[in-house]
């Protein structure tokens, strides 16, 4: 049976991880405002990274394997690529000039973080990937609810975005203690400052909403649906109106 981790203990799995990592000759230099992934990976954990198209649809953005074995790529018209046990594939897509970096810097961390638990618990991660020799990352996982990606985006999230970290930016952009509603139409000095956070840190803007979230320094997340306000404000409205017009024909009965 695999060995349960649970968030604190994968919290501090990622303080180990990150104490290693300020060590690094090239991090105690310029200072520790975020985390490389590139350097995560190839310096601290020793991996290779290279880059190819996963899948027809693009929508693989990343493999690795513990073991030597080759593989061939769904569109390489036979071009196979051989793991030999401790390389990262990503999505060439995804270090493009208009691709999302912070898709592609959880991508690597991710791949990374299967790495780390593999490294940790040997014979425990296996009774995770026992069907699967081939760890295949997929654009929107986090709707997977396998225990093994569960265990890893959250770890990645941690590395990634730790709390003194996200603070840390907070303070610098002026976002004070907490966002209350993250709005780029009606809330634009926030969400400017929200904006320029997720560049100093390297990740999405939903990833960082989600952190924020759970460590209680955002409140309303309205990314998706920047009009939510407007529609409070019309459903409020109606309702003024329709206790108005009540009021009204009470009166008239008088």
Same mark, same amino acid.
């Given at each position: ?43 601290? @954990? ?8 996963l899948s027809k649809d693009r929508l693989t953005? #990343? ?9 061939? @790529?769904? +569109?390489?018209? #036979? ?11 990503? +999505? ?9 970096? #912070? ?7 991710? +791949? ?89 840190? #390297? ?50 009965e008088l």
């Amino acid at each position: 049976m695999a060995r349960y981790l649970s968030r604190e203990m994968l919290g501090q799995i990622a303080e180990r991880v990150l104490c290693a990592y300020k060590k690094l000759p090239e991090v105690q230099e310029r200072g520790f405002y975020s985390v490389d992934t590139s350097l995560l990976v190839k310096e601290l @954990l020793r991996l290779n990274v290279e880059y190819r198209h996963l899948s027809k649809d693009r929508l693989t953005l #990343g493999m690795t394997c513990f073991e030597e074995i080759g593989i061939e @790529l769904s +569109e390489s018209e #036979g071009e196979w690529f051989f793991f030999d046990g401790k390389t990262v594939l990503i +999505e060439e897509d995804l270090r493009a000039p208009s691709a999302c970096v #912070g898709r592609h810097n959880f991508t690597l961390a991710h +791949e990374g973080c299967h790495h780390i638990l593999k490294m940790l618990y040997p014979n425990d991660y296996k009774a995770d990937t026992h069907a699967r020799r081939i760890l295949s990352f997929r654009q929107n996982r986090f709707s997977d609810c396998s225990l093994e990606e569960w265990k890893v985006n959250t770890l990645t999230s941690l590395i990634l975005m730790p709390e003194a970290l996200v603070r840390h930016g907070m303070f610098l952009f002026g976002l004070d203690d907490r966002i209350e509603i993250l709005n780029a139409l009606y809330r634009a000095k926030e969400y400017e400052g929200f904006c320029m956070l997720c560049k100093l840190l #390297g990740v999405s803007k939903q990833a960082l909403a989600i952190r924020m979230q759970q460590l209680g320094l955002l409140g309303e997340n309205q990314l998706e649906n920047p009009y939510a306000l407007v529609y409070v404000e019309m459903e409020d409205d109606e309702f003024d109106v329709q206790n108005g017009n009540k009021s009204i024909e009470k009166m008239s009965e008088l």
